[in-house]
């Protein structure tokens, strides 16, 4: 088994909130496993879901373009926020978040691409610029979005320069209706997802493997209560509806006006416009997502920007 040092203590406290001898127990229970040791804690009810695992560290910027149909996200890190409001990084994010419109999501095909002006390609472009500013740079991920018809609605919060800043979002909105209230509902709703960070658009497209997680979680939990095993099982049951509220986008409440849900919100405008609006698909980018770095919340600016 795995050494359980103050240093994987800690983690799990931070992660968790739990207590020092019960990170500690977690972590000798499940032998040094990080991610199990959160579940441990969270079905002996000594734990919350692990909220912080979103916050930031990482510094640099999301590059956000569109154009059309077609929108694409890219983060490139630095060390530090300095080198984030430097204006050779920023024109580099910027042409690279422009190149991925033709990379398609695919990381590598961005890194390879020809970096306009340079005879370069964009790794290669990284690379001098890294000699340049003197920081280690890096090109960490690439989204894209497309429709055959309708708009890719986008959104950055923190804005440093026009394309640039802490939060990128695309919403891919495929619909006929007319495209001024499209790019208007997709700009809301991109808002609404930078604020309200959900992880699938609706029930049947969560991940697997954490559904089935959060079921083992809750089933544990719901056992506590000494019930038999068939009222178990519907107690599970309303509680992923809880979860579901939570995660997937079209059974949030809308942000805008704190009441509705995304889904009902969709088949007004479906309505007013006379034909089907539906979410394609939709990217958040958060800067450095999954590294803690402190008490920054970008996603609660968002909302208390919309008033919530």
């Known amino acids: 088994m795995p050494e359980i040092t103050a240093a994987l203590v800690k983690e799990l406290r931070e992660k968790t909130g739990a207590g020092m001898m019960d990170c500690k ?20 009810g000594l734990a919350a879901a692990a909220k912080k695992a979103g916050r930031v560290a990482a510094e640099g910027l999301i590059g956000l373009a569109t154009e059309g149909t077609r929108g694409a996200l890219v983060e490139v890190n630095s060390e530090t926020d300095f080198v984030a409001r430097n204006d050779k990084f920023q024109s580099f994010v910027g042409q690279v978040a422009a190149l ?19 005879g370069r390609t964009v790794d290669e472009e990284l ?26 609605a986008s959104y950055v919060h923190n804005q440093a320069a026009p394309g640039l800043g802490k939060i990128g ?18 700009k809301q709703l991109a808002m609404h997802v930078a604020a309200s960070a959900p992880q699938a ?48 986008l079209l059974e949030q409440t809308f942000v805008i006006d704190g009441e509705t849900k995304v889904r009902k919100v969709l088949d007004n405008a479906s309505t007013d416009l006379g034909t089907a ?12 997502e999954g590294i803690d770095r402190g008490p920054e919340d970008f996603a609660g600016e968002v909302a208390a920007q919309l008033g919530q």
């Open 169 to 186: 979002v695309l919403v891919a909105l495929e619909s006929g209706g007319d495209q001024d209230q499209l790019a208007a509902l997709g």
């Open 25 to 44: 127990k977690a972590l000798t229970e499940n032998a040094g496993d990080l991610e199990t040791a959160v579940d441990w804690l969270r079905k002996k």
């Open 127 to 152: 690379t001098q610029l890294i000699s340049v500013i003197g920081e280690n740079l890096n090109l960490r991920r690439i989204a894209a979005a497309s429709v055959r018809e309708g708009v890719v």
């Open 277 to 288: 609006v539906t979410v394609n698909a939709f990217y958040r980018f958060q800067l450095g």
């Open 201 to 248: 658009i609706d029930s049947g497209n969560v991940d697997p493997a954490a559904l089935e997680r959060e079921r083992d979680v809750l089933a544990e939990q719901a056992r506590a209560s000494g019930k038999p095993e068939e009222i178990i099982a519907k107690m599970v049951e309303g509680r992923l509806r809880k979860y579901y509220e939570e995660v997937c």
């Open 100 to 118: 991925a419109l033709e990379a398609g999501g695919d990381l590598e095909a961005l890194k390879a691409a020809a970096y306009p002006g340079t």
